[in-house]
């Protein structure tokens, strides 16, 4: 399974000889060979792989399938921070960097070897916070990446770090809030990588973590396809759901747009098409197959997914275009054989237009083309009530004859359901449900041929706008309690002037149970500077709406569970980078990740496809909004018709 989401990647910066990294990455990679680091202008865009050490003898060595779940290696109780550190013990501490560490894998018995590397606080906030609408998070100290990169680099000894190709590339940030930047199917399968990943989020604890879908399989988009027959994409199978839209689409908009389209009947589809075409044929085939009735689009990409995992693992080990035949115990011939063996009996069949004739005329006329007997013989007995392309080999005893007859019938000519014995469950190949899977998705979904379902490329539209999904691992709120120790929710907020600048989300503390405020404060002021740049030397000066004395003990002023807000007040003003003004006619106000033109005189920044600017155009470097065209040509006219 191909599986491909990708999305930009910051070259990521650091200096390895003054000793101060810049990055935290976290790769696996096959084979094991020497890293070295290309430096050109402070920023990494390389690594040869070209001469790393040999692993020693004795390291311990961790199973993939489980690696990163709670337990194992590391115990994960605590906090976000905590666990990492806790995981990174049981690494191998890299002599050629500061902040590295490795841990030998075993997937399918292949050895696999991950690097964790340091990423310390940067002077700008993160890009894809701002996308998935953190914008308002403060900036962490630290970062953490993981990347398992593209097989290419065994043939350069380096990973491009700038390209969206790797196997995986994910980012957490030190408050526990992160990133899946990209996920390519390779030699492991996409669900085996989203499930490591998945793993490895739930055992470190963290919050939660984003992603932009570009999933796509076989040239279709599966946030279209798997939101159509499951109602959710793709990542929804690991609790990714809809975060936010792209060109201000939202929660409600995605849902109808869904239901829209699951809720058309397919008797509509059928009359619109009309009778004999492609797509009528493939209503009637998957009619067949179903044990119920299909009666909605919705019901018809359901069933063709759900027969779709069932046929790829039957027809996985080679057994050509018609697995059911190849499979059996007598089939000693070649798929190209049987295949050819199969076209042959058919085209016999086509010349007797359709009437019954006996299996011993089917076998003369095939005889011309099809020397070996024993394989007409066996394709003859297997090919009986079985799909071939459009057309159905039907097979009976004459109750008059007593002689075996064939018959071939065109199911194109025909819409109604048949006799529930014609529903073997290998009359459709795994070749062929992909192409009319595609064919539907294309003509029914894309580009709709009838005026009839011009609507549709309109809801799909905005399915695939739905990009920004994310997961709450609610790894602060499943931090487990330790003996004597209940949990308490601390953010703290930035005043400045007393005005509000900034806030943290809530984090969880596990504090015993006699501990004062003095104490749960100190304990506050450590995490909170450990994890936010802005607060490695602040100071909480007072609780919101709560005002008790430092010795007076937490939990008899409030209960376990509840939250509490620490008032930080700081002497300079909290750096903030200055948002982009997006001001877009589809409603957007806040960027979104996507292609952007800013207006040269309102400065407003507007999608290029909203002010139909194409994808393969280059953005203008001149570039007037609609009001302020409006404004000049006001001007214009006011000062034209104006006496001088």
């Given amino acids: 399974m191909h599986i491909v989401t990708p999305i930009y ?8 000889f003054s000793g101060t990294m810049r990055m935290m990455l976290c790769y696996i990679y096959t084979h094991t060979s020497q890293i070295q680091t290309f430096i050109t202008n402070n920023t990494m865009s390389q690594l040869d792989l070209s001469g790393f050490r ?17 337990g194992y290696p590391a115990g994960s109780n605590g906090s976000f921070h905590d666990n990492v550190r806790a995981l990174l013990e049981f690494g191998q501490l890299e002599t050629n960097t500061m902040s590295s560490w490795s841990f030998q894998l075993e997937a399918r018995r292949h050895p696999l070897l991950l690097f964790v590397v340091e990423e310390p606080a940067l002077d ?36 491009d770090l700038h390209r969206d190709t790797h196997i995986l590339h994910a980012v957490l940030h030190s408050n526990g809030f992160g990133h899946l930047l990209c996920i390519n199917a390779s030699a492991l399968p996409g669900y085996q990588i989203m499930d490591f990943w998945d793993r490895l989020c739930s055992g470190l604890g963290a919050r939660e973590v984003s992603l932009r879908d ?14 159509v027959a499951y109602g959710r994409p793709w990542f929804g ?3 990714y759901i809809f975060k936010r839209g792209s060109y201000g689409v939202d929660q409600e908009m995605y849902q109808n747009a869904i239901k829209t389209i699951q809720n058309i009947p397919l008797t509509l589809i059928a009359q619109q098409f009309g009778l004999g075409s492609e797509i009528q044929v493939i209503l009637w085939r998957y009619q067949q197959l179903s044990s119920h009735s299909l009666t909605t689009l ?8 759900e027969l779709k995992s069932r046929v790829s693992e039957e027809s996985s080990s080679g057994s050509g275009s018609y697995p059911a035949i190849m499979s059996d115990a007598s089939c000693r011939w070649s798929p190209k054989r049987v295949e050819k063996a199969i076209h042959v009996v058919v085209e016999a069949l086509k010349r007797a237009e359709f009437q019954w004739v006996s299996r011993q005329h089917v076998r003369d006329v095939a005889r011309a083309y099809i020397g070996d007997t024993g394989l007409l013989d066996f394709v003859l007995k297997s090919l009986g009530n079985h799909m071939v392309g459009k057309y159905l080999v039907r097979r009976c005893l004459n109750p008059v004859t007593k002689v075996l007859e064939y018959c071939l019938e065109d199911v194109s000519r025909t819409f109604s359901k048949q006799d529930a014995k014609l529903r073997p469950q290998h009359k459709i190949t795994w070749a062929q449900l992909i192409n009319d899977l595609l064919c539907v998705y294309s003509n029914i979904l894309v580009d709709p041929k009838s005026g009839a ?8 539209r905005v399915i695939l706008d739905a990009k920004h999904l994310a997961k709450d691992y609610h790894g602060e709120a499943t931090a487990a309690d330790e003996a004597n120790k209940k949990k308490i929710y601390c953010r703290v907020i930035l005043q400045h002037n007393g005005v509000e600048e900034a806030a943290t989300p809530y984090h969880c503390f596990l504090v015993r149970n006699g501990a004062t405020f003095d104490e749960l404060r100190r304990q506050v002021e450590k995490t909170f500077g450990e994890t936010y740049l802005a607060l490695r030397n602040t100071a909480a000066e007072s609780i919101r709406n709560m005002s008790p004395q430092g010795s007076d003990a937490v939990f008899k002023t409030v209960r ?16 903030t980078p200055e948002p982009t003004v997006v001001n877009c006619v589809c409603g957007t106000r806040d960027d979104d990740g996507e292609r952007m033109v800013s207006c040269d005189l309102c400065r407003a920044s507007h999608h290029t496809r909203c002010v139909r600017v194409p994808d393969h155009h280059a953005v203008p470097d001149i570039f007037l909004c609609t009001g302020c065209e409006q404004d000049i040509l006001r001007i214009r006219c006011y000062a034209t018709s104006t006496p001088i």
């Fill in 9 to 16: 990647i910051n070259p990521f910066k650091f200096c390895i």
């Fill in 453 to 460: 379902f011009a609507a549709l490329p309109v809801a799909s």
């Fill in 54 to 70: 040999k692993r020693k003898r004795g390291e311990k060595v961790f199973k993939f399938k489980v690696f990163g779940a709670r």
């Fill in 298 to 305: 919705g019901d018809l990409f359901h069933f063709m997914m």
């Fill in 237 to 239: 199978q690991w609790d």
């Fill in 214 to 227: 570009s999933a796509k399989k076989k040239g279709m988009e599966l946030r279209l396809l798997h939101g």
């Fill in 124 to 159: 700008f906030s993160c890009r894809h916070c701002r996308y998935i609408g953190w914008g308002h998070h403060m900036i962490c100290n630290k970062s953490y990446h993981f990347v398992l990169p593209s097989d290419d680099y065994a043939k350069t000894n380096a990973i």
């Fill in 560 to 575: 376990p569970g509840s939250k509490i807000a620490f008032v930080c007040v700081c002497e300079c003003e909290h750096q």
